[in-house]
Nanobody
Framework: QVQLVDTGGGLVQAGGSLRLSCVAS????????MGWFRQAPGKEREFVAAINWNGGLRYYADSVKGRFTISRDNAKKLMYLQMKSLKPEDTAVYFC???????????????WGQGTQVTVSS
């Protein structure tokens, strides 16, 4: 089992950058694929990015490809989402998640962080 805490959200102007972090507790972090999802007000939770257990495979939603980078440090039990060229439509609560496969569906993840708010002003 793994517990996740995601941090790093905040208010940023369009075109700016933020880095989200997800810290895990538990001894089996390196066994899990990890993902980032986001949920804007009135919308369903959507896939943002995923990374497999060793970082060798990474997947991105088309809307963030080329702007966001997912990475992980298994020794430190950390996962990151570096976000650049942020747009107002990136405004959402961002959640980190852990599961057995680096999938794009939220149902593929078993453990979730509490969420961190990202607000991009125009």
């Amino acid at each position: 089992q793994v517990q996740l805490v995601d941090t790093g959200g905040g208010l940023v102007q369009a075109g700016g950058s933020l880095r989200l972090s997800c810290v895990a507790s538990g001894r089996t972090f390196s066994r899990y694929a990890m993902g980032w999802f986001r949920q804007a007000p009135g919308k369903e939770r959507e896939f943002v990015a995923a990374i497999n257990w060793n970082g060798g495979l990474r997947y991105y939603a088309d809307s963030v490809k080329g702007r966001f980078t997912i990475s992980r440090d298994n020794a430190k039990k950390l996962m990151y989402l570096q976000m650049k060229s942020l747009k107002p439509e990136d405004t959402a609560v961002y959640f980190c998640a852990a599961g057995n496969t680096a999938g794009t569906g939220s149902h593929e993840y078993d453990y979730w962080g509490q969420g961190t708010q990202v607000t991009v002003s125009s």
